[in-house]
């Protein structure tokens, strides 16, 4: 599957089979995750890696829209290191552009993925920082539910001529 392909047919997958996602292909995600550009380059990211049952369980119990964590085989928290951060306000553009490169690289891999934001909502951040244990300079921005899909969703047009200016609105 070429880049462009990857992006238009990707979708939010929230159903998943049991099959087990090996650690060489979270190695390959996170190699994309690495990737994503950022300002200054600072790179300013961690990742944690769940795979306990407990604790996406304990995820899908606290955020709303997380209840497919219930049968994910893996998830992926996208944090922040606020250490890292040199222009402030640019840690959770950073993470989401790492955020994204997962979730096209996971679909390219045959992966069913669905981003769940964790920042801007303090009760999200507050209970998944006690949850993962993370400490002050830590904020988790995103997470990544990641299974081998158990549904199927159909590529959409999304292209709205409506919205593109050019040179002025």
Known sequence: MDAIDAILTRRSIRKYSKKTINDNTIRQLLETAFSAPSASNRQPWHYIIIDEREK?????????????????????????????????????????????????????????????????????????KKLLNLPKHILPISLISLGYPAEHKTKEDRYNEARVHYNEW
């Open 56 to 128: 996406l369980d304990a995820v899908s119990n606290f955020h709303p829209y997380a209840k497919m964590l219930k049968n994910a085989k893996k998830a992926i928290l996208v944090c922040g290191d606020l250490r890292l951060e040199k222009l402030h306000g640019y840690l959770s553009l950073d993470c989401s552009a790492s955020t994204e490169n997962i979730l096209i690289a996971a679909h390219a891999k045959g992966l069913g993925a669905c981003w769940l934001g964790i920042y801007p909502r303090e009760e999200r951040i507050t209970k998944i």
